[in-house]
């Protein structure tokens, strides 16, 4: 049945946005995991409210899912609605205000930043995800944690409304943010930025970022990057390393041998479980011998059943 929302007067055909039963291993760097029960890659923001509007209409929870690079989707797949950022991606530059939606991958933000002579990310450069992901999860690296550039944030509530988030100082710490723990999703982000003509320089400064990423072999093996977050004043990659559990594996899932805080799909037969319980084992085996409480930084989306 074609359900078509007035939106802006446009009519949007929500049958042509919402495809049932869609593999999400393809959408995550790690390459695991089930199928969405509904999945929507809106293209602008009449897009994005009309299948908010729609999932609520039917009781549906939704999820978002950017560039799956923080996340274990279980094998068991995700319920309801899983919204795709990637197709959110307009960005303009305003003065010093770089504004990009949530979707625009990071790395791209960099770049058209830098051909603005406006500079301050670079310290990301080779950060895979996009722009909202590594505000929703307040991503850091190179000394920067990004939260420190944003001057607003637009995001859509639960009824769908647009709504200004400013005043970075409440809410943003330690891979954390305000937007955690909330059905909000995010839209557009607006940077402030500092204006700089020395484009090759810092074009290279992000470059070095990103090579040194390659060079330490982060990008060997599909993986999400860090899995737990460190401890206060520890680093929890130390911790399970001191605990022996470099080369550690669950089925095709290993404790990284170049940062024992990465867990890698070392084979394609890996499922998300192997990763999770491969997890589960490292937390314990620290809290056993160093009485630390290790937290999960990567992000479980779907139906486990923890
Ligand atoms: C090799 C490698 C290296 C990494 N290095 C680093 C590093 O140095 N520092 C660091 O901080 N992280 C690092 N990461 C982790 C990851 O890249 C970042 O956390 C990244 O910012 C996640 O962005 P994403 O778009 O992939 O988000 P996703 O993984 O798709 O989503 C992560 C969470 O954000 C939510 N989310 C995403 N977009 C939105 C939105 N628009 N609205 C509401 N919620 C949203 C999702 O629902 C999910 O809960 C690394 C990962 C890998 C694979």
Redesign the pocket.
């Known amino acids: 049945m074609v359900t078509t929302i007035r939106n802006a007067d446009e009519k949007i055909n929500i049958d042509r946005l919402v495809t049932r039963d869609v593999p999400l291993a393809p959408l995550?760097?790690y390459g695991t995991g089930g199928s969405a029960d509904f999945l929507a890659s809106p293209r602008d923001l009449a897009q994005l409210r009309a299948v908010i509007r729609w999932a609520a209409g039917k009781q549906l929870p939704v999820?978002?899912?950017?560039?799956?690079?923080?996340?274990l989707i279980s094998d068991d797949g995700v319920e309801g609605l899983v919204i795709s950022?990637g197709n959110?991606n307009a960005h303009h530059v305003r003065g010093c205000i770089f504004c990009a939606q949530?979707?625009l991958m990071?790395d791209t933000a960099i770049n058209v930043a830098i051909e603005h002579s406006l500079s301050g990310l670079e310290p990301?450069g080779g950060?895979?995800?996009?722009?909202?992901?590594?505000?929703?999860?307040?991503?850091?690296?190179g000394g920067l944690w990004?939260s420190e550039l944003i001057e607003w944030v637009d995001?859509l509530d639960e009824e769908g409304e647009l709504v200004r988030f400013q005043g970075m100082d409440n809410g943003f710490s330690y891979?954390r943010s305000p937007?955690m723990g909330k059905n909000?999703?995010?839209?557009e982000i607006a940077f402030r930025l500092t204006p700089n003509k020395n484009t090759s320089d810092a074009r290279l400064r992000k470059e070095q970022s990103r090579s040194s990423?390659l060079e330490s072999g982060?990008?060997d093996y599909?993986?999400?990057?860090?899995v737990f977050k460190n401890p206060r004043g520890i680093s929890a990659g130390k911790l399970i390393d001191d605990a022996g559990l470099k080369g550690f594996s669950v089925g095709g899932a290993a404790v990284s041998e170049h940062h024992a805080n990465?867990i890698v799909r070392t084979s394609g037969e890996a499922t998300s479980s192997d990763i999770y319980e491969l997890s589960t084992i490292i937390a314990h085996e620290v809290k056993r011998k160093y009485q630390t409480d290790l937290e999960r930084?990567i992000?479980l989306?779907g139906r486990w059943n923890r």
């Open positions: 995550s760097t999820t978002v899912l950017a560039g799956g690079s923080n996340v950022t959110l949530s979707g990071l990301l950060l895979p995800g996009s722009v909202g992901g590594a505000v929703w999860g307040n991503a850091g690296s990004i995001y891979k937007f909000w999703i995010l839209f990423r982060q990008f599909p993986s999400a990057g860090c990465f930084e992000i989306i």
